[in-house]
Structure formats: structure tokens, C-alpha cells
Nanobody
């Protein structure tokens, strides 16, 4: 079992930046992919981006490509989400998620495929 704890959310003006962190503890050596999802009020949970732990291969949602970047720190068992050029529509609760088994890349964006979730951190972008 992997425990995930997010941090770094907050309030920022449009065009600004935030960096979220996801600290993993427990059986982190078994993590295959770790990713970020978000959920805005009244909307379904949405894929943001994911990174494969072994080789750093990344996948992003079209809506954040070029603005958001995922970084991994193997020594600290930590995954960060650097968010630049933030827009009001990026406002949501951001969740870190992990999966410990192989999964075809075409399925990385689907939330039900992830076994472990953090508690979420609020990101609010004002216009």
C-alpha cells in the first residue's frame, strides 16, 4: 500500500505559477506510474498528467500541455507538478494518484486504473 500526500495548493492570479508536490510513503518501490488528476465543483475528475516511475516517460492532457510539467525525485519518493500560465479554468482540487502494476499508456488517463489516491489540494486561479 502506498500513501500519498499532496501539498502546495493555494490562490494565484491568472498567468501565475504554482508547484504542487506529492510525497509517497509505504511500498513506493512498487509504483509503476504516478499522476495528477483534478476535479472542479460539479465536474468529473479529470486527467492532468502522469509519469512512469522507471524511465520518466510522461503523458499530459491537451488542456495543460506546454503549461504544466511533472517532475520526479526518486531519492525522495516525490512527484511534483509545476503549473505555469495558470488560467481560471485550472481551478480545482488536485489529486495525486499511483498505480503499482503495468498499464498500457493508452489507459494512463483513466482514473479508475489508479489504486492509491491522496487527499487532494485546492488550487484557485483568480481572473
Amino acid at each position: 500500500q502506498v500513501q500519498l500526500v499532496e501539498s502546495g495548493g493555494g490562490l494565484v492570479q491568472a498567468g501565475g505559477s504554482l508547484r504542487l508536490s506529492c510525497a509517497a510513503s509505504g511500498r513506493t518501490s512498487s509504483s509503476y506510474i504516478m499522476g495528477w488528476f483534478r476535479q472542479a465543483p460539479g465536474k468529473e475528475r479529470e486527467f492532468v498528467g502522469v509519469i512512469r516511475w522507471s524511465d520518466g516517460n510522461r503523458l499530459y492532457a491537451d488542456s495543460v500541455t506546454g503549461r504544466f510539467t511533472i517532475y520526479r525525485d526518486n531519492s525522495k519518493n516525490k512527484v511534483d507538478l509545476q503549473m505555469n500560465s495558470l488560467k481560471p479554468e485550472d481551478t480545482a482540487v488536485y489529486y495525486c494518484a499511483a498505480r503499482d502494476r503495468f498499464l498500457f499508456q493508452s489507459q494512463w488517463s483513466r482514473a479508475p486504473n489508479y489504486d492509491n489516491w491522496g487527499q487532494g489540494t485546492q488550487v484557485t486561479v483568480s481572473s
